[in-house]
């Protein structure tokens, strides 16, 4: 079995001495530190090519762009994980620096320990978001590639959440949107109404699946859609009614046409 490969650390550190010091430290535990950089320039330039698993990071550095703004590029552009890893704690600068959403936040001078077992919950933490992300992503193929929307209704607030494929209900909105539940009833034809009412209040009530079907309102040729659902949440504060919703027009016509006597 093939040993598993070297954590790559990219650190940022302006101070000559404190950088090699670090990388040191850094290498008796095991790890590659393939870039010691001193400004925030240069880590934004040399991210995409290095590829590093997380980057320790100061923050008062060389050059213009700091050890903050910098992080902030760097999750935005490629999601790598930063830690900071600086000697400057007054409030304004924690306030700056939480924006950036780091990984952790170190004042120097540090324990070596402490630094190691930073960096091993980071990268925990950004393993556990990648397995979201890939998660979510293959979420969002499967609605795709079956053509169906979510619906997301907060009672307490009276809003509804939606994303997918909602072309028939939402045609004039960008996804994802939220909109008043007053607004989403107002979509649906008047005569069908008062039965997603009641199919949503009975999921609320009783904790179980419903279906109901519903043609939309407003002009032009109307659409059927059918909606599967179910209440989550066990105080009023967080219930909340997810559903999938898919477009059954044509499965409805072709019924029709079907029928005996057509």
Request: hydrophobic fraction near 40%; aromatic fraction near 6%.
């Amino acid at each position: 079995m093939n040993a598993p490969l070297p954590v790559n650390l990219m650190l940022v550190e302006d101070e000559r001495v404190v950088a090699f010091d670090l990388k040191k430290q850094l290498q008796t535990f095991g790890y590659r530190v393939g870039s010691v950089l001193a400004s925030g320039e240069q880590a934004v330039r040399s991210i995409e090519d290095e590829a590093p698993d997380l980057v320790l990071m100061d923050i008062h550095l060389e050059g213009e762009l700091d050890g903050i703004e910098a992080a902030m590029l760097i999750q935005a552009q490629h999601s790598i994980p930063v830690v900071f890893l600086t000697a400057y704690a007054e409030d304004d600068t924690l306030r700056r620096a939480l924006a950036s959403r780091p990984f952790g936040y170190l004042v120097k001078p540090c324990e070596a320990r402490e630094l190691h077992a930073t960096i091993q919950m980071a990268l925990a933490r950004r393993e556990v978001e990648v397995t979201v992300e890939r998660s979510e992503q293959r979420f969002k193929q499967a609605l795709d590639a079956a053509s169906l929307g979510v619906l997301e209704w907060h009672p307490k607030s009276m809003h509804m959440h939606g994303d997918g494929h909602l072309d028939s209900l939402f045609g004039d909105r960008p996804m994802p949107f939220d909109e008043s539940w007053d607004a989403f009833l107002a979509r649906i034809d008047a005569d069908d109404r008062p039965r997603v009412e009641a199919a949503l209040g009975g999921a609320l009530r009783n904790d179980e699946p419903v279906r109901v079907e519903f043609r939309t309102a407003g002009g032009g040729a109307a659409c059927s859609l059918e909606a599967h659902a179910k209440s989550y949440g066990r105080h009023i504060d967080d219930v909340r009614i997810i559903g999938i919703l898919q477009d059954i027009t044509q499965r409805r016509r072709d019924e029709e046409m079907n029928r005996p006597g057509f």
